[in-house]
């Protein structure tokens, strides 16, 4: 589409970054950051299992949390692998800072929704360029 959103089977978002630079972290560059990723925020491990494997993946990602909720921009749009698992499965986890936190009730903000949530002023500018995750934390 002309404005930079897309359809992919049941989800709308737009793409920051091209397709092949995901397919090459995906197979590179996320096994060097998930070593360090967990531990230097704002850097996460997202943690999901398949949907239709229900096999454990974990992608790093970049990741703010606050106020109860995790906030995870998506530059590569909502039709990731993982926002799917993480959707679908309606819960997941997110290792930040070290400790890993249950997420649970992820949802996709998009731009024209976010006047309507409450973000946090970094999630909101995110918004101007970029569909945004968002999950309740539940502590443990």
Excluded: C
């Amino acid at each position: 589409m002309a404005d930079g959103s897309f359809e992919v089977g049941w989800m709308m978002g737009r793409v920051l970054v091209p397709r092949r630079v995901a397919e090459f972290n995906k197979v590179v560059t996320n096994r060097v950051q998930g070593v360090w990723a967990p531990y230097l925020p704002p850097w996460a491990v997202v943690v999901h299992r398949g949907r239709r494997s229900g096999r454990e993946y974990r992608t790093p990602v970049v990741a703010l949390l606050s106020g109860g909720r995790v906030f995870i921009a998506l530059p590569y749009g909502a039709d990731s692998d993982w926002v799917r698992n993480l959707l679908v499965a309606e819960r997941g986890g997110v290792e930040y800072g070290g400790r890993l936190r249950r997420v649970v009730r992820p949802r996709v903000v998009e731009a024209e929704q976010g006047e309507d949530v409450d973000l946090p002023p970094l999630v909101r500018a995110a918004l101007r360029r970029v569909d945004v995750l968002v999950a309740d934390v539940e502590e443990r």
